[in-house]
């Protein structure tokens, strides 16, 4: 049996020129979402790179609004020796340009297995205690069909925003896995890393919050599983806001981490 | 009077191809420093985007070892509308390339001044009695002559590392400036995000540390005086770490933030 995930981020084609069609499963607000454009670019250049299956770090910068329909990626290898290599990505829509992006690609397999981590892992009391998207109010689930994709339960000590009371700390925290099962892979933690709402839901500013750059480094291929996300902020300032992400397989290891610099959210339209 | 900082970054040009001289005075171990050559394309970025001279951010990623000499630098701009432009750039020397980025620019003093930071800045003793770089012991100030462009005073209770008591948390921080007066700016931040010695030294594991890719977000113009720059991870597995730096200047103000991710540090060479 095929998986949605797999075929919404299918490209075809071949030499560093691909086609793909975009998913109106993944509007979110404007547009659609940043981490899903990511794992569709993000598929291409693995289809580029033979032997180097995996993104080690990928910086993506967002021009224009995408939308459901065609779209065309290029690739542009710029270095290929040893055990990385780094290209170039263009997703267009006709003449539009969406997003551009660098990458370096290697293979998560051959790296050594050593582990330092000294960040923790969230605390969070297991998904069937915690707070299901899926409570979410109807006119957010109308401009937000991409929460169809998923099912993202919320730590409860974490969403006072949901009821009008955020915390103002910036931080938010969901464990997260596929609809229809998919288990996360390094190109699906792509799409996991900018997959939450906005942490500024949790400074009282709900709505849409356009990202300009988001960098992602893949750290680990994730075991089966839930997935824990954490997002975090600590600065908000002159219209824009940084966003950290971190996210945690079932086997209690850091397997990505994000951060990405985002304008400050507009009232979300109803 | 020029300052030297200035004439290093310098480019000559125009049209979205520009000459650099990268100067010996930024070599560090097998080759000049990331942060220095993220200044000298972050200025001729600058050069390209009439209207727009600050860097928002930045995202580079580094394909092999520059070395003192002419280099060729290339701009091709991607999407220029609105409060802010986003660029690629490549920099060049002979055949090789030596780093490829994208940038998004705009103008800091156009930004709203609202501020809600959530982190907070490093407490630190008056560099007076804080630890001066210049002790650095004789082959690491040889194999470093980049130390010579800056005055470094690092937190007296973060330098264990220095006398063989790495602490083991992967945290240093020291107040910054340039030895000889110049002021911070935008551009010159996009050097001290990538000037401290990696945060590696802390874990015990002293040496050089090739970047991969460095992203940096600059939030502010910096006011004049003294930067305190602090570097800190939270993972290091599989033969690389991800290294945050956050730069404060006199005012107390978040400038700019920066994450890079870098391979695990070889023994230096003596």
Redesign the interface.
């Known amino acids: 049996m095929g998986y949605e995930f797999d075929e919404q981020v299918e490209v075809r084609g071949a030499d560093g020129e691909y086609a793909a069609e975009l998913s109106p499963g993944w509007l979110v607000g404007g547009g659609l979402n940043g981490g899903y454009l990511l794992a569709v670019v993000g598929n291409a250049l693995r289809a580029s790179l033979p032997g180097k299956p995996d993104p ?2 990928i ?1 993506a ?1 967002y ?2 609004a995408s939308v459901p329909g065609p779209a065309t990626v290029s690739v542009e290898v ?2 290929d020796g040893g055990s ?1 290599a ?1 290209a ?1 990505v263009d997703l267009r829509q006709g003449e539009e ?1 969406r997003l ?3 990458a ?1 690609y290697g293979d ?1 397999g051959r ?9 923790e892992e969230p605390v969070m009391p297991p998904p069937e205690e915690c707070v299901s998207h899926a409570f979410a109010p109807e006119q957010v689930r109308r401009m937000a069909p991409m929460l169809q994709r998923f099912d993202m339960r919320f730590h409860p000590g974490q969403v006072g925003w949901a009821v009008g009371q955020p915390s103002g ?2 931080l938010l925290s969901a464990w997260f896995r596929l609809a229809d099962g998919r288990e996360p892979d390094p190109i699906s933690l792509l799409m996991v890393v900018d997959a939450l709402p906005p942490v500024t839901f949790d ?1 009282g500013m709900p709505g849409w919050a356009p990202t ?2 988001l ?1 992602a ?1 893949v ?2 291929t994730p075991a089966p599983g839930w997935l824990k996300v954490r997002h975090a ?8 806001f ?1 966003e950290d992400c971190e996210v945690w397989d079932s086997a209690g290891r ?1 397997v990505a ?1 994000s ?1 990405q ?1 985002a304008r400050q959210p507009r009232p979300a339209a109803d």
Chains 1, 2 share one sequence.
Request: proline content about 0%.
């Open positions: 080690l770090t910086s910068y021009l224009s710029r270095r990385v780094t170039a340009a551009t992006a660098l370096t998560l790296l050594g297995d050593d582990v330092r981590t000294t960040a700390n910036g400074l300009l750059e960098t480094h750290r680990a902020t600590r600065n908000m300032a002159g219209g824009m940084e850091l981490q951060r610099l």
